[in-house]
């Protein structure tokens, strides 16, 4: 009589798999806890730095102006002429429309003794509000996120590896939670801190998967840059600067401000000019940037070069003309920042990069958590469990903070401040 053998099913495969999910997981911690420390640095400054210039705004009076008092587009022409004639300005550099309509317009100015310097104005009377440092919030933000105040040739290539880290754990992410798509609605459980934290994290990354993705993206490309790859920039037309010299007091600055403006209106009326670039000591040409249609470009990509001594249109450039590559480059900051839609896209990035930040947090008490159930002790402190998680790795990250702070006084010792 044949003997009937039950067989038992391979396992070998169930152990393969196993395996090979512990190695993704195992990865996806390695490159959020290791250098956590940095991450939620540049993730926070990255954060502020969208609301950077609310924040100026908080701290400098002169820089708030009434909406009810604006009427009508910027008076470029008589921003530039009380601008001139305030005391102690050696040049103009530049005027910037205001970023809301609280805000004044800035004037960027070079002060007699070498300092750089904003005059806050009145973008419809022109009238000037005041002063401030040209070191402010936004400046300190923003070069703190993007190249920890040293040179962009060494800092943005070590910030843009960030973004390396990030895109490697956005995928392990897919890969370890199995089935994510189904994840968007579950509640957190609280039945304890270990699985509270982690319904926290995963519920935080999934409905900010796109943004991780955006920023890693925009972070790749500026890392492209730094090394070499940046887009050729716009043309510019070749004019010797007109005689007298750039420097103020520039006579009938306004009305040379003024010519310039009516010969763009003119030609290109379809242009919102939220620039303007004074000429320089090489080019006697003013530069009106702004907006004229082309999407997800930075004001640079659509210009009106004018003479500065006849107000003739020297130069249009426009987005629409430029390669895939220059597009690319242009979509960048508006991108990375949100700042192409005004406060509708501001504040969902600010919303979205405080989600980032708690991120790289809440992946930190995962693994406190973890560790101490396997010990059988109590779980440590945020900061305590990420120093020990960190490893060697700690020192490198302790290291590039100090370094933005301490390089920090050279931007106002560069500025003149």
């Given amino acids: 009589m044949a003997t009937l053998t039950r067989l038992r099913p391979s396992t070998g495969g169930t152990v393969k798999r196993r395996k090979t999910s512990r190695i993704w997981w195992r990865v996806h911690q390695w490159t959020g806890l290791k250098l956590s420390l940095f991450l939620s640095f540049i993730f926070l400054t990255g954060t502020l730095a969208t609301v950077s210039h609310e924040i100026d705004w908080l701290l400098q009076p002169a820089l708030r102006v009434s909406p009810a008092s604006v009427e009508g587009p910027v008076a470029w022409d008589r921003i530039a002429e009380q601008a ?5 300005v050696k040049r103009i550099l530049d005027i910037q429309k205001p970023v809301a309509s609280a805000f004044a317009a800035q004037v960027l100015i070079l002060r007699a003794n070498g300092d750089y310097g904003w005059i806050y104005a009145h973008p419809t009377t022109g009238a000037l509000q005041g002063e401030g ?3 402010g919030a936004a400046r300190v933000l923003r070069n703190m996120h993007r190249h920890l105040n040293l040179p962009t040739a060494i800092g943005v290539p070590i910030v843009g590896a960030l973004a390396f880290l990030m895109l490697v754990s956005l995928v392990t992410s897919l890969v370890v939670y199995k089935k994510w798509w189904r994840g968007f609605f579950k509640p957190i459980r609280w039945r304890d801190a270990r699985t509270a934290w982690g319904d926290i994290h995963r519920l935080s990354g999934l409905w900010s998967l796109w943004f991780v993705a955006l920023i890693a993206v925009s972070g790749i490309w500026y890392f492209a840059e730094s090394v070499g790859l940046a ?3 716009p043309p510019r037309p070749v004019v010797a600067p007109a005689s007298p010299a750039v420097e103020t007091p520039m006579p009938l600055v306004g009305d040379k401000v003024a010519a310039g ?4 209106r003119a030609t290109d009326p379809s242009l919102q000019i939220e620039m303007l670039i004074f000429p320089t000591d090489k080019l006697g040409a003013f530069a009106f940037q702004g907006q004229r249609g082309a999407m997800l470009v ?6 009106a070069w004018t003479d500065m001594a006849s107000g003739k249109l020297l130069l249009q450039t426009d987005a629409t003309d430029m390669t895939l590559h220059q597009r690319i480059s242009e979509a960048a900051d508006p991108l990375h920042f949100g700042t ?3 406060y509708w896209t501001k504040i969902p990035w600010f919303f979205c990069g405080l989600l980032l930040t708690g991120l790289a947090v809440s992946g930190v008490m995962i ?3 973890r560790i101490a159930r396997e010990l059988g002790e109590a779980a440590p402190s945020f900061w305590r469990g990420s120093w020990t998680g960190m490893g060697r790795w700690r020192w490198l990250s302790v290291a590039l903070i100090a370094t933005g702070f301490a390089f920090l ?3 106002f010792i560069l500025s003149g401040e």
Avoid: D
């Fill in 84 to 88: 001139s004639r305030h005391p102690n």
């Fill in 133 to 135: 440092h040209y070191v």
């Fill in 231 to 233: 887009a050729p920039p």
């Fill in 261 to 264: 403006l009516a010969a763009v």
């Fill in 298 to 303: 930075r004001p640079r990509a659509n210009a």
């Fill in 340 to 342: 192409f839609g005004g």
């Fill in 367 to 369: 693994f406190t958590q």
């Fill in 409 to 411: 006084p050279f931007l």
